[in-house]
Structures are given as C-alpha cells and as structure tokens.
C-alpha cells in the first residue's frame, strides 16, 4: 500500500503541471490572441504553409488542441478549408512535439528567475499585455517545478515490490499500455503533459521503453480525441477537420504499435539516455507524421465528408428550439430559485452574444454576403431571450419578494436589455459594415486592422470577464472590468487619433476605409461599455462606486 503523502505528493505535482500547461496557453490567448488568429488566417497558401503556422501556434501555446479548436472555428466561418484545417492540425501535433522537447532539458535552474521575473510583471505592472506575458513566464517556471517535483515524488516507488509485477504486465500487453494512455491524454487535456510525465518517469527509470513507446504513441491518439470531443457541437465542416486529424495519428500509431512489436527498432540513434530517446521518439513520429499526411490531406477531406456527411434537414444552429430554456416556471416556486433560473438563462443570453461577436473581425476581413447573414440571424434569438427573461422577471415580481430580490430581478432585467443592445450594434452596425466592406472589396491598412483587431480581442476578454461577475458577484472582478471602461475609452480616443494622422498622410487605404474604420472603434466601445454595467451594482452596494465623474465646484 502506497502512502498517503506520497500519493499526495505526486497528484500534486500532476495538477500543478495541468495548470501551468493552461496559464501558459491562456496567458498567450489574453496577450496575442489577436495576432495569433491573423497569423492562421493568413497563412491560406498552401497545405505546407498551413502546417508549418499550426506548428508555430502550437509552440506558442503549448497546445495543439488550441490550434484544432481554432481552425474548427475558422471552418465554420468559411475562412478555412477542411484540408487546410487539417494541415494546419498536423503541424501543430509537431508544435506540441517541440514544446515536449524543449521543456525535456534540465531548467530547473532557471526556476528561481523565472518565478522572480514573471511574478514581477503580473504584480507591479497593470498594461494587459505585460501581466499576461508575466503569467506566461510563471507558467513555464511552475512547468519545470512540477515536472521536478514529479521527480522527487517518484523517487520512492523505485524501491515498490508492486511496480515489477505492473510494468511486466504491460510489456506483455503493449496494447494496453497504448489505451491506457491515450485515455490519460484525454482525461487531462493536453498531450503535452501526458507526455512530459511520461518522460518524466522514464528518466526516474520507473518506465522502461518497451512500455513507454506505446505509451507516447497513445498519449498522440488521445490528443487527437480531445480536439474531436471539444468541437463535437459545432457544424459539420468544423467536426471534420479533428476528425482527419484523428483518423491520421490514429492510423500511424497503431501502424507504429505494431512495427514496435516485429522490429527492433534501433534507439541508440535517438539519444543516450531513455528519457531523451522517448522525446527523440515522439517528436520523429510527428515530424513523420506531417511529412506523409500533407500530401494526403485533400483525399482525406473527401473521406471525412463521406463519414459526417450533411444532413438532408440540418437543424439551423441558431434555432432556439434546440437548446431547452433555463427559465423555470411554476406557482410553487420560490422567488430566490426563479430569480436563479432567470440568472442561468441571463448567462445562456450572454454566451449567445458572445458567439455573435465572437466572428465579428473574420466577417469584416473575408466573409462573404451568406456568412454575414448566418450571424446576423442569431439576433432574432437573442431578441426572443431577451423578451423571454423580461416577462419572467415581471411574472416573478407579482409575488411576494423581499426589496433585495425586487433589486436583484431589476438588476437582471437591465443587463438583459444591455445584451439585447449589443446583439442590435452587432446586427445592424458591426454586420452592415462587415457586409459594405465586403461588396466593395475595400482593403484597411496594416495599421487599421491591426488596431481593430487589438479592440476586438480586448472587449471579447471582457464579454467573458462581464459573465464571471455576473455568476460571481465578486468584487475584485467588478473594479478590473469597470476599470477597463476607462482603458478602453483611451485606446479609442488613440486610434481615432492615428485614423485621422493616417489621413492626413494620404494613405489610400485609411481614406477608403475611414467610415469603416471609425464606425467598428465606436461600436466596439460602445459594446465593452453595456458590458461594464453588469459591475455597476455589485460595486455600488460595496460602497465602491462614485456617484458621479463631475468634480466639485469651487
């Protein structure tokens, strides 16, 4: 029987792992999130061109699952093809590859300074873009630190009378060895830490390499099931791109399970230690991989059209028919559960909103006049919630009700109807612009579209940020997101004024585009602002809110 402080120990240093792998992903989305989805959008060229950008993503945010979850969303939106979503997929299964080799060497010398640096830019500096780097550079010392205390933790089952018995019974059934960690990779999330522990094991020599090849060759089948089952509720061309990511890796590695199994595969070549083969290892089968499959994209394309074909009456996925309404109803209810019920369906609102501006700068950029529409249509089914949770909150308010749910239902209804006034600016200016652009052809300046972009991306972080406080009710999260008014209010007033130093240089494409240009700021300023008033009433009642901006007169 194992300890308990020894199992503590290592779920321990397992969870720490997890979650630096994902603050160093998310802290690279909140920072260059923007610049990121360019970058994909851009490289249209060729299938060559497209995995070697999926691969340059996937370093960047540890995480070749981001990069499938992204180009799924791209596919939806017309802007990519299904080969080159999985193109792009392939090169990022090599990222993450890389990501595996370069955190395999012996940093943990650099923890200290890491920790030191990142701690310091995350702390002391309040730019968006400083702390997020900073959290990134936190993420990768707390990587190193897990991985380190991986190590330690194992260091006592070397001496385990049960661990023989176990590792012999995986090198008897390689196939289990390869299902066991393909299910490990999925159950986490991230190839990239199932991998790292794996490697991390093997260097304790508690993983000898007749296990741990099949191992890693599951642990790549497992990555490929997570970006598989993260799209599974978006539209058809959006579900085939993972899925012929899928159908190649797992094709290869059981190919690769089974070429284990009849040859003896000479691993003195990949390195001098069994850690550093297994890494040498994972990262040939991908680059592999990518070098056999790219050119088999487009068959493999028709083939998974032919395995999620379209249905003959697809439901529309704007339809609200689909998704069952979170308002609850009934004589019997209390006001407290209702008022609940209202604030689920309030959140349900919310995210509708969010998807319709989620695509809102990829329309602007390349949408045609069918895609612009499909968005736009998911107004009505904002208008019909918003309608929905407004008569409920009355229907509630005929009851009995304490003056705090009285507060509590107002407070509801008018971020409902702020919502409601979001999905209009999107509809009826955000859209229209998008659609003028595209009958046009008109083309922004680098300039221009890199500061639209930057906006976007900064008031979709705070559409998210606005549904925390709205489920939270958490104060420090209300002054970060009333304070971002006043940040955005800035970096409005600055692109204006850069709009208009650019026209007065006579750039050709800010003159064409300047109605374009100064329309979409003002929209979005005026989007993050209705999102800001979620906060108005958790920091008023705390007392930390001013009445008024005005100074006092002398």
Same mark, same amino acid.
């Given at each position: 029987m194992l300890p308990v402080a020894f199992l503590m120990h290592l779920a321990g240093a397992i969870m720490l792992l997890l979650w630096a792998v994902r603050m160093v992903r998310t802290g690279v989305e909140r920072a260059h999130g923007t610049r990121l989805k360019s970058a994909l959008r851009d490289a249209r060229g060729g299938n060559m061109q497209m995995a070697a950008a999926g691969t340059i993503l996937?370093?960047?945010?540890?995480?070749?699952?981001? *990069?499938?979850?992204?180009?799924? %969303?791209?596919?939806?939106? %017309?802007?990519?093809?299904?080969?080159?979503?999985?193109?792009?997929?392939?090169?990022?299964?090599?990222?993450? =590859?890389? &990501?595996?080799k370069i955190l395999s060497f012996n940093l943990s010398g650099l923890i200290p300074i890491l920790l030191l640096v990142g701690a310091t830019m995350f702390l002391k500096f309040e730019a968006r873009t400083v702390r997020q780097s900073g959290r990134i550079v936190l993420g990768i010392a707390f990587i190193l630190l897990s991985l380190k205390m991986v190590g330690e933790a194992t260091e006592p089952l070397r001496d385990s009378a049960a661990l023989p018995g176990l590792i012999?019974?995986?090198?008897?059934?390689?196939?289990?060895?390869?299902?066991?960690?393909?299910?490990?990779?999925?159950?986490?999330?991230?190839?990239?830490?199932? *991998?790292?522990? #794996? *490697?991390?094991?093997?260097?304790?020599?508690?993983?000898?390499?007749?296990?741990?090849?099949?191992?890693?060759?599951?642990?790549?089948?497992?990555?490929?099931?997570?970006?598989?089952?993260?799209?599974? %509720?978006?539209?058809?061309?959006?579900? /085939?791109?993972?899925?012929?990511?899928? $159908?190649?890796?797992?094709?290869?590695?059981?190919?690769g399970l089974a070429a284990l199994q009849v040859i003896d595969v000479p691993m003195g070549y990949l390195g001098g230690t069994e850690a550093v083969q297994l890494v040498n290892f994972h990262l040939a089968f991908n680059l592999a991989l990518v070098l056999i499959a790219i050119p088999l994209v487009r068959p493999m394309e028709r083939l998974t059209a032919v395995l999620l074909p379209v249905p003959v009456a697809e439901i529309d996925p704007v339809a609200t028919d689909a998704i069952a309404s979170m308002l609850q109803r009934g004589p019997a209810l209390l006001p407290s559960?209702?008022?609940?019920?209202?604030?689920?369906?309030?959140? /349900?609102?919310?995210?509708?909103?969010?998807?319709?501006?989620?695509? &809102?700068?990829?329309?602007?950029? %390349?949408?045609?006049?069918?895609?612009?529409?499909?968005?736009?249509?998911?107004?009505? !089914?904002? +208008?019909?919630?918003?309608?929905?949770?407004?008569? #409920? $909150? =009355?229907?509630?308010?005929?009851?009995?009700?304490?003056?705090?749910?009285?507060? !509590?239902?107002?407070?509801?209804?008018? #971020?409902? $109807?702020?919502?409601?006034?979001?999905?209009?600016?999107?509809a009826k200016s955000l859209l229209a612009l998008a659609k003028e652009r595209s009958q046009t052809n008109l083309h922004f300046s680098p300039e221009g579209w890199a500061e639209m972009c930057n906006l976007h991306a900064r008031v979709e972080t705070n559409f998210q940020l606005a549904l925390n406080v709205l489920v939270s009710g958490d104060t420090e999260s209300a002054r970060e997101l009333v304070k971002e008014?006043?940040?955005?209010?800035?970096?409005? @007033?600055?692109?204006?004024? @850069?709009?208009?130093? /650019?026209?007065?240089?006579?750039?050709?494409?800010? $003159?064409?585009?300047? +109605?374009?240009?100064?329309?979409?700021? /003002?929209?979005?300023?005026?989007?993050?602002?209705?999102?800001?008033?979620? =906060?108005?009433?958790?920091?008023?009642?705390?007392?930390?809110?001013?009445?008024?901006?005005?100074?006092?007169?002398?």
């Open positions: 996937a370093i960047v945010l540890q995480s070749s699952t981001a *990069v499938g979850v992204l180009a799924a %969303g791209f596919a939806t939106s %017309g802007i990519l093809t299904v080969s080159s979503g999985i193109a792009a997929l392939l090169g990022a299964d090599l990222g993450s =590859a890389l &990501v595996v012999g019974y995986l090198k008897g059934d390689p196939l289990t060895a390869f299902v066991v960690a393909a299910v490990i990779a999925w159950v986490v999330h991230s190839s990239v830490a199932t *991998v790292l522990l #794996f *490697v991390t094991f093997a260097a304790s020599d508690l993983l000898p390499l007749e296990v741990a090849l099949p191992m890693v060759l599951g642990a790549n089948v497992g990555g490929g099931v997570i970006a598989v089952w993260l799209t599974r %509720g978006m539209e058809i061309e959006a579900r /085939r791109i993972p899925l012929g990511n899928l $159908i190649f890796r797992g094709t290869a590695a059981l190919l559960v209702a008022l609940a019920s209202a604030k689920r369906e309030l959140l /349900r609102m919310g995210e509708t909103v969010c998807a319709m501006y989620r695509p &809102v700068m990829e329309l602007m950029d %390349g949408g045609n006049l069918e895609q612009i529409e499909r968005v736009r249509k998911i107004d009505d !089914q904002v +208008n019909r919630m918003h309608t929905d949770i407004k008569l #409920f $909150i =009355a229907e509630v308010n005929r009851g009995k009700l304490s003056d705090r749910e009285i507060r !509590q239902g107002v407070e509801l209804t008018d #971020f409902s $109807i702020n919502l409601e006034h979001i999905g209009d600016i999107i008014k006043e940040t955005m209010r800035q970096l409005e @007033r600055d692109s204006h004024d @850069r709009h208009l130093a /650019r026209l007065r240089e006579g750039h050709s494409d800010s $003159i064409n585009t300047s +109605n374009i240009h100064l329309e979409t700021v /003002r929209a979005l300023k005026e989007i993050n602002s209705l999102l800001v008033t979620v =906060a108005y009433p958790i920091l008023t009642e705390s007392g930390q809110l001013l009445q008024s901006r005005l100074a006092q007169p002398a």
